[in-house]
């Protein structure tokens, strides 16, 4: 592939995003304008601001990866993800937009009456949502590296621009480019998931086929509970992700919420299905993969032209931004409005914007000193924010009779039991069903104790 072609065909997109974020920062006004965008959010918008939000490097690259290694099992990843959607759909969004809060961390001050305890769950969000973005930059940095552009430079631009039309439009700029970039993405992996097919076309992916073909080019065996981990992670942090929250805070309705969330979930799963047909069969088809990269980018290499793979790299990095902008506005809403206390009390909407680019600076820097797997990294992300806020944030969602000390019990819970499942169940579904279940039990004793 050209890298000239490459570099033209990015910055040329990455600037027309950063030109909607400068036009769109004009029309924003206040910080709810900026972090909310008025709650005036209609159903296409946030189905695909939604879609962006779930569709980066973890579902593109990483389900190809896993796909590469075990075959169909790949998709779990993404099932979690729609499975998430799902329950959303079936009361949880509706309740989202209903509860009138900027933050998912918010909800400690409002029914737990505890403003110590917003900024505890606030600061877990943060981290959480934080090594998510970390692993988006890591991802962007390998297709760099994969397309032959070292020079690190090219990559600090690229999310410069994207750090400047975050911060200067907020949600508004976010949600217009995001539904620019879904469909972008929709039409030339669809494009060439088509003239990527068998001669038989998608009659060929009948049950006895796949089944047979796992068993031939899969043949390690895979214990369920071994693979269960990621499916339940990626599910349950949906419902408290405050990425996603925001969306649904910033719905027009309670019923805009509901079925954006559904449409969400048929478009993840569907689309989901052609990275790991690129995964699965860049295995059979015995493509070299280089250390460190995703095996979607040698397979399309190898069947496509040098336009259209350049086309595919910017889709891909696109689906990266997707992700990245709404993590940067989720990362830096928690801290302007759950740590607004510290914060002047003047100028809000520039201080606003002020914390939105040292919150992607600081992801930029660091991004340098870690590397990993993709999905290992957002798993770890998960599991931390699960354990620790799951149990009395989903309660606080549909309980009005709450104790703050039950809240406390059950997040010193759920965190002790993260760090002694991260050091004794390595690689098991207990890792992930131990915390909640003490973090649950912890609420149920602190919940007990607090009425003696």
Same mark, same amino acid.
């Given at each position: 592939?050209?890298?000239?072609?490459?570099?033209?065909?990015?910055?040329?997109?990455?600037?027309?995003?950063?030109?909607?974020?400068?036009?769109?920062?004009?029309?924003?006004?206040?910080?709810?304008?900026?972090?909310?965008?008025?709650?005036? %959010?209609? *159903?296409?918008? &946030?189905?695909?601001? !939604? /879609? =962006?939000?779930?569709?980066? +490097?973890?579902? #593109?690259?990483?389900?190809?990866?896993?796909?590469?290694?075990?075959?169909?099992?790949?998709?779990?990843?993404?099932?979690?993800?729609?499975?998430?959607?799902?329950?959303?759909?079936?009361?949880?969004?509706?309740?989202?937009?209903?509860?009138?809060?900027?933050?998912?961390?918010?909800?400690?001050?409002?029914?737990?009456?505890?403003?110590?305890?917003?900024?505890?769950?606030?600061? %877990?969000? *943060?981290?959480? &949502?934080?090594?998510? !973005? /970390? =692993?988006?930059?890591?991802? +962007?940095?390998? #297709?760099?590296?994969?397309?032959?552009?070292?020079?690190?430079?090219?990559?600090?631009?690229?999310?410069?621009?994207?750090?400047?039309?975050?911060?200067?439009?907020?949600?508004?700029?976010?949600?217009?480019?995001?539904?620019?970039?879904?469909?972008?993405?929709?039409?030339?992996?669809?494009?060439?998931?088509?003239?990527?097919?068998?001669?038989?076309?998608?009659?060929?992916?009948?049950?006895?086929?796949?089944?047979?073909?796992?068993?031939?080019?899969?043949?390690?065996?895979?214990?369920?509970?071994?693979?269960?981990?990621?499916?339940?992670?990626?599910?349950?942090?949906?419902?408290?992700?405050?990425?996603?929250?925001?969306?649904?805070?910033?719905?027009?309705?309670?019923?805009?919420?509901?079925?954006?969330?559904?449409?969400?979930?048929?478009?993840?799963?569907?689309?989901?299905?052609?990275?790991?047909?690129?995964?699965?069969?860049?295995?059979?088809?015995?493509?070299?993969?280089?250390?460190?990269?995703?095996?979607?980018?040698?397979?399309?290499?190898?069947?496509?032209?040098?336009?259209?793979?350049?086309?595919?790299?910017?889709?891909?990095?696109?689906?990266?931004?997707?992700?990245?902008?709404?993590?940067?506005?989720?990362?830096?809403?928690?801290?302007?409005?759950?740590?607004?206390?510290?914060?002047?009390?003047?100028?809000?909407?520039?201080?606003?914007?002020?914390?939105?680019?040292?919150?992607?600076?600081?992801?930029?820097?660091?991004?340098?000193?870690?590397?990993?797997?993709?999905?290992?990294?957002?798993?770890?992300?998960?599991?931390?924010?699960?354990?620790?806020?799951?149990?009395?944030?989903?309660?606080?969602?549909?309980?009005?009779?709450?104790?703050?000390?039950?809240?406390?019990?059950?997040?010193?819970?759920?965190?002790?039991?993260?760090?002694?499942?991260?050091?004794?169940?390595?690689?098991?579904?207990?890792?992930?069903?131990?915390?909640?279940?003490?973090?649950?039990?912890?609420?149920?004793?602190?919940?007990?104790?607090?009425?003696?």
């Amino acid at each position: 592939m050209s890298i000239t072609l490459f570099l033209i065909l990015l910055f040329s997109l990455t600037t027309i995003y950063f030109i909607i974020g400068l036009i769109t920062s004009s029309k924003v006004t206040s910080v709810n304008d900026y972090f909310l965008a008025n709650r005036q %959010v209609g *159903i296409l918008p &946030l189905t695909f601001t !939604l /879609v =962006a939000t779930q569709l980066g +490097s973890g579902l #593109l690259l990483g389900t190809a990866a896993r796909a590469y290694s075990i075959g169909l099992w790949g998709i779990l990843y993404t099932l979690g993800i729609s499975i998430g959607f799902l329950i959303l759909g079936f009361g949880f969004a509706a309740r989202l937009q209903s509860l009138n809060i900027a933050t998912t961390a918010e909800i400690f001050e409002t029914r737990y009456h505890s403003p110590k305890l917003k900024m505890f769950a606030s600061l %877990v969000s *943060i981290i959480s &949502l934080w090594g998510i !973005l /970390v =692993a988006q930059i890591i991802a +962007s940095h390998q #297709l760099f590296l994969s397309c032959g552009i070292e020079d690190p430079r090219w990559l600090l631009c690229f999310w410069a621009l994207l750090i400047g039309y975050t911060m200067l439009g907020g949600l508004r700029s976010v949600i217009i480019i995001d539904t620019l970039q879904v469909g972008f993405i929709l039409i030339i992996f669809s494009v060439v998931f088509y003239y990527a097919l068998p001669k038989e076309g998608l009659t060929t992916f009948t049950m006895a086929n796949l089944i047979k073909m796992q068993n031939y080019y899969f043949t390690k065996k895979y214990v369920l509970s071994a693979l269960l981990p990621v499916v339940v992670s990626s599910a349950l942090f949906s419902l408290i992700e405050q990425d996603l929250a925001q969306k649904f805070f910033a719905a027009r309705t309670a019923w805009t919420a509901t079925i954006a969330a559904f449409l969400s979930s048929i478009i993840i799963t569907i689309f989901a299905c052609i990275p790991l047909y690129f995964g699965i069969f860049a295995k059979i088809k015995n493509i070299a993969v280089p250390a460190g990269v995703s095996p979607l980018l040698p397979f399309i290499e190898k069947i496509s032209s040098e336009w259209v793979y350049a086309l595919v790299v910017c889709a891909l990095i696109a689906a990266i931004a997707s992700t990245a902008d709404s993590l940067l506005c989720a990362i830096s809403s928690h801290i302007a409005q759950d740590f607004s206390s510290f914060l002047p009390t003047t100028r809000k909407l520039l201080i606003a914007k002020f914390i939105t680019f040292i919150t992607g600076a600081c992801a930029l820097g660091v991004s340098f000193y870690i590397s990993g797997d993709i999905i290992s990294v957002l798993e770890q992300s998960y599991r931390f924010s699960i354990s620790c806020l799951f149990v009395p944030t989903i309660i606080a969602y549909f309980t009005e009779n709450v104790r703050q000390g039950a809240a406390l019990v059950a997040i010193v819970c759920g965190s002790l039991s993260f760090i002694g499942a991260q050091l004794f169940l390595p690689h098991s579904i207990l890792q992930d069903i131990i915390p909640l279940a003490l973090s649950l039990l912890g609420y149920i004793l602190g919940a007990i104790l607090s009425e003696k």
